[in-house]
Structure formats: C-alpha cells, structure tokens
C-alpha cells in the first residue's frame, strides 16, 4: 500500500470517526531497522526501490520464488539488500523490526499479516489497508528536507500529483538554505528559547508577504531614506558643531595626559581580557602592571574601584549578549551581593582598613585552597553537577570582602561554584554580570563619601576595558576545559600567595 507512516491499531477507541486524517507521521531510520520483504515482482522493485531511494544503506531481505532481473540488478549496487530465491517461510519473521508484502496471494498475505502479528511486528501489506499497520507515501526531497504526503489510503493518484505540484513550487536552493541555517545554529549562544528566536528572526523573510521585486524596491527606498537622514544629520553636524574649537581642545587634553598613559591604557586592556575571560582577576592585573608603571598605590586603589564599574558593565553586557548568562543565577547572586557590598564600603569608610588586613588573609586562605583544587580537577574527570543552595550567603560574602577587602569577588564566587560542579561558561558570564550591580554599589557609596580622584588613571582603565570586554567574552567557554581550569587555578594560587606574602 502507498502512503504515509502510522500505526493504525493504537487509534483510541473513543475517537469518533471524523473525516480526518488520524496518521501519526514518522521518520524511520532504516539503516538501523531489520526489514523484510515477500515479494521481488514489479510491486515488490517499486517498494525496495521507494525504501533505497531515501536510505540506500537499508537493511533488506527479499524473500521470493523467483527474483524479477530489475530488482537483481537494483540489489547489486546495496550491499545490504539480501535476496532468498525461495518460498515464504515463518522463520523469515525473526530478528526482523518491519515486514513489506508485495505479493498477488491475497491467502498468503492474510498469512503472513497474521504471522507478523504473533511476532508483534509492523506490517504493510501492498494494496490492502485491511492488513496495514503502516502506510509507505509520496516523497518530496530537496536535499536535507523532505516531506511525506498522505492521504489516508484514498487516492494514491492525488498524493502523487501534490508530490509533483512540490516538487515545482519548493526550489533546490532549500538545501543550501537548511545547510547555512545549520551552520547559524551552530554558532548561536544561550538556552533553547533564545536560539529559537534567533533562528525565526533569520528565517521570517520565507513567509514574508510580497514578490522579491516588491522587497527589492522597499530596500532601495529604505536605503534612499537612511541616505537622505544621513545627509540631513551631516549637514548640521558640519555648519553647527565647532569642530576647531573640539579639535583644539583634544590636542591641550592629548598635552596634559601623563606619560605613561599607554601603559595605563594596557593595564585596563589586560586587567579586563583576563577577567572578562576567567571571570576574575581584574584587580591584581591591573594593580601589578600599574604598579610597574610607577603609579602611587594609592591611586591605584581609588582608581580601580572606579574604573571596574564601568569595565564589569561593558564586560557584563558582552556576557549577555554571547550567551553566557544563567538567568536563574544572576538572580540568585544579585540582590546579597549588592547588599554586602554596600555594608563592606560604609564599614571600611567609618572603621578604616585596618580590619581588613585581618580578613584578606582569610579570604587569601581559602582562595588559594580553592585554587590548588580547580588545579587538580583540571586533570580529572569532569564530576555531575552537585546541589548547592547558599547562593545568597556566598555572593553577599564576596560583595562585602570585595569592598571592605579590597577585592574577592571573582576569586570567592566564581571558583567556589566552579569548584561544585557548575559550567566555567555560565559561571564565568553570570558572576561577571552580577558584578557589574555588586561593583555599582560599591563605587556609588565610595563616590558618596571619598569622592573621586586621578582621572586619567581612571580613564585609561575604562577606555582599556571597553577595548577588551567583546574579546573576553568571545573567549569565555572557548578555551578546552583543561586549559581553562589549569590558568584558572593558577591565576588564583598566584594571586593568594601574593597577598599571603605581602602580608606576611
């Protein structure tokens, strides 16, 4: 029988019967399925020929008396066709998953159709819907698509016209559309709903309304108006904007910037690649090459904390835009680690930063124990993800210690949900995000009672972050695993000894 694939028997009993296709449509992989088929005859060619078509890897035993020369010959080219020249027998059935008749013995096939069913196999039985559990259809193939067309068994010569009527409108270029659509998909960051949005953006021209004439013009008298804005906007720009007075201005500011503001500026660029990349490290790379440029320490200080808002925003909203961000994390993380630190600023503010020297040691302790465990689990075998549930102590924990100790927010909250088991991606993008609120609070309450100061130093570190935040963010979740965990772990081991030893 010609049609399409459902399992008749499982309809429910309930269903009233509608004039209505109640087909269930599938796919079958028959590279992976065991079929039979009694019957090497004209009608037998056309059913191996329909099943080789679609998969010329199938595995087929042709059982027949005699075996017609076209479907010999069609045999030779399928390795995995087998031909039995003899008579039907029970044992045909075992170790088999579908069975196709393609016979004229309306007694036999009723036999082999009631033999099947003992064997609980799937059976077509050509030209009689009465001893079909399946129907084989019309085909349309435009290299990866394919449509199956059914029309319940009532008129085969109808499905084989509306093949043909497909087969004209759908154009071979829908290949490649499918293969480039693939590859866009590949590519895409983030969870399921995100990339199907994406994807329907890309896609909606195919059901646009209108000839591609029609969308030809609308794009030539688009382009026309954008022109004519662009031409409108340059005009003002160039008869009202007093362009000697702003490029005398830049060269006076260009005049006054200290010498090693190049040196600055890579201090932001490097700080932000391998926080952006990592999910921390920001301060003690930019601190270290500040330091060898001969910055005072405590511009340092002051500096950092100002220009990290700007460079966690830029490097946040990267992270959100390739995908890296855990929604449900964020959330979790957000409002303890704003509210810690903003109680870490107001202590270190009216207590001074004495205290703090007693808890960056602490702090160093536990990161470098952390670190020396992202270090060993580089070389171990990734571990199902485990439960943890302190969200709001551990971010509120590294927004205190990040104000009131001058840095830890990357190295407490990121490692420690690395170290449980969660993705180095997600983390990374997430916590980084997070940041950005967490470091906001902290400079607006430092802003409130201290002020700012060293503005070229600020301005070096936000222009070198800004620079650098997409670059990082491409990279987080690209380095191999081994690679991430191991400059990880020594990222962290070395900037805990650093503050162990300074201590000390």
Not at 164 to 187: D, K, Q
Not at 315 to 331: A, E
Not at 358 to 383: C, D, E, H, Q, W
Not at 452 to 480: D, E, F, M, N, Y
Request: hydrophobic share 45%; glycine share 8%.
């Amino acid at each position: 029988m010609s049609e399409s694939t459902s399992i008749k028997d499982q309809l429910p009993s309930t269903v009233a019967a509608t004039d209505s296709n109640h087909l269930f449509p599938v796919f079958l992989k028959l590279e992976s399925l065991r079929v039979l088929l009694v019957g090497a005859g004209n009608v037998g060619l056309e059913k191996l020929s329909a099943m080789l078509d679609n998969a010329p890897g199938a595995n087929v035993t042709v059982v027949a008396p005699t075996i017609g020369e076209g479907l010999r010959k069609l045999a030779e080219h399928h390795p995995r066709v087998l031909l039995q020249e003899r008579n039907f027998e029970l044992t045909d059935l075992e170790a088999k998953d579908l069975v196709i008749v393609a016979i004229n013995n309306k007694d036999i096939s009723r036999h082999i159709y009631e033999a099947s069913r003992s064997y609980n196999l799937l059976i077509n039985v050509a030209d009689t819907p009465d001893l079909c559990d399946f129907y084989l259809g019309s085909i349309v193939q435009k290299g990866q698509l394919k449509i199956a067309i059914s029309t319940n068994g009532k008129s085969p010569t109808a499905a084989r016209r509306i093949k043909e009527v497909l087969n004209h409108a759908l154009p071979a270029e829908l290949n490649e559309v499918l293969n480039n659509l693939n590859a866009v998909r590949s590519r895409l960051n983030g969870n399921f709903a995100e990339k199907v949005k994406k994807l329907n953006e890309l896609t909606k021209i195919l059901v646009e309304e209108g000839s591609e004439k029609d969308r030809k013009w609308r794009r030539i008298a688009t382009r026309s108006l954008q022109v004519f804005a662009l031409m409108l906007i340059g005009h003002f720009i160039f008869s009202y904007v007093p362009w000697q007075g702003i490029l005398d201005g830049t060269v006076d500011l260009y005049k006054t910037l200290e010498p090693n503001f190049p040196i600055m500026l890579l201090a932001g660029f490097l700080a932000q690649l391998v926080d952006g990349a990592l999910g921390m490290g920001y301060g003690v790379t930019s601190a270290t090459i500040l330091l060898s440029a001969g910055v005072n320490p405590a511009a340092i200080s002051g500096s950092i904390h100002t220009a990290e808002m700007f460079a966690s925003g830029a490097s946040g909203y990267s992270h959100y835009k390739f995908g890296n961000v855990n929604k449900k994390l964020f959330k979790a993380l957000l409002i303890p680690g704003v509210i810690g630190a903003i109680l870490g600023a107001v202590l270190l503010i009216y207590m001074g930063e004495k205290y703090a020297d007693y808890i960056r040691p602490v702090m160093a302790a536990y990161t470098l124990f952390l670190g020396v465990r992202i270090l060993s689990n580089a070389f171990r075998k990734p571990k199902p993800q485990k439960k943890f549930k302190r969200y709001g102590a551990l971010a509120g924990a590294g927004g205190f210690l990040d104000s009131f100790g001058g840095g830890g927010w990357g190295p407490i909250v990121t490692t420690t949900l690395i170290t449980k088991g969660r993705s180095p991606r997600f983390v990374i993008g997430s916590v980084s995000l997070t940041e950005f609120f967490v470091t906001l609070a902290s400079a607006f309450t430092f802003f409130t009672f201290l002020g700012v100061s060293h503005w070229q130093t600020i301005l070096a570190l936000v222009v070198g972050g800004l620079i650098a935040a997409p670059l990082a963010a491409k990279l987080a979740g690209r380095l191999p695993r081994k690679t991430a965990f191991i400059l990880l772990g020594c990222l962290v081991i070395i900037w805990s000894v650093r503050i162990l030893v300074k201590i000390l």
